[in-house]
């Protein structure tokens, strides 16, 4: 899959599954403020990115995942 | 809500219930009501993760049920005398939030598919 193709997938799925406008999926947006996360919602996302892409989110890592592109390359470079 | 629990690894485990006939959740019909269907993953899912905690040396926190999502229900619901056989997986982890997917079953006929999340009290909290 080509990293264009994930973004695509990934802002869809996203979009979808917290009911937010897939325009205001921005590259350098923040996550938690544009999809309005909370500690229980986080896992959500978390288990959306593990089952869709085969990638499993580290606890560890989350701190470091602030904006969609930070998303996209974590997952990218793990698929 | 669980008589028995059968741990698989840490991601998967099974629980039992043979519904008595003195269930607080047995409703009008002599039938166990949604909510009881719903405490006895709740359990189900803190036995594991309680479990997990105690093989890792760590104490056994209070859980709250965060949400539950993508509930399913099936009549005819258990009457007392029917056995609940569950199958939990853990879907995901992140902190002491645990996101867990249930399918439970009387009789190799499913009555409840559903996502559960449980929010485990870090050690320490106040309560």
Same mark, same amino acid.
């Given at each position: 899959?080509?990293?264009?193709?994930?973004?695509?997938?990934?802002?869809?799925?996203l979009?979808?599954?917290?009911?937010?406008d897939?325009e205001?999926i921005?590259?350098?947006a923040?996550i938690?403020?544009?999809?309005?996360l909370?500690s229980?919602?986080?896992?959500d996302m978390?288990a959306?990115?593990?089952?869709?892409f085969?990638?499993?989110i580290k606890t560890?890592?989350?701190?470091?995942i602030k904006?969609?592109?930070d998303?996209?390359d974590y997952v990218?470079?793990?698929? | 809500?669980?008589?028995?629990?059968?741990?698989?690894?840490?991601?998967h485990?099974? @629980?039992e219930?043979?519904v008595?006939?003195?269930?607080?959740f047995?409703?009008?019909?002599g039938?166990v009501?949604?909510?009881?269907?719903?405490?006895?993953?709740?359990?189900? @899912?803190?036995?594991?993760?309680?479990?997990?905690?105690?093989?890792?040396?760590? @104490?056994v926190?209070?859980?709250y049920?965060?949400?539950i999502?993508?509930a399913v229900f099936t009549?005819?619901?258990?009457?007392?005398?029917?056995?609940?056989h569950?199958?939990?997986?853990?879907?995901?982890?992140?902190g002491n939030?645990?996101?867990? @997917?249930?399918?439970?079953?009387?009789d190799a006929?499913?009555v409840l598919?559903?996502?559960m999340?449980?929010?485990n009290?870090n050690?320490?909290?106040a309560?």
């Open positions: 899959m080509e990293k264009d193709e994930m973004i695509k997938k990934m802002v869809e799925i979009a979808d599954e917290f009911e937010v897939a205001t921005q590259p350098e923040n938690k403020e544009t999809m309005h909370d229980l919602s986080l896992v978390v959306l990115v593990n089952e869709e085969g990638v499993e560890p890592d989350l701190p470091t904006t969609f592109t998303l996209y990218f470079t793990r698929m | 809500m669980v008589d028995g629990y059968f741990f698989e690894d840490d991601l485990c099974r @629980s219930l043979t008595a006939a003195d269930n607080m047995l409703g009008e019909g039938c009501a949604e909510e009881g269907l719903l405490e006895h993953v709740a359990q189900t @899912s803190a036995a594991h993760i309680g479990h997990i905690r105690k093989m890792e040396g760590q @104490s926190t209070l859980g049920i965060g949400d999502k993508r009549p005819p619901m258990p009457a007392a005398g029917d056995t609940l569950t199958k939990l997986t853990v879907v995901s982890q992140v939030v645990t996101l867990v @997917s249930a399918e439970t079953s009387v006929r499913v598919t559903c996502r999340k449980l929010a009290e050690e320490g909290d309560r």
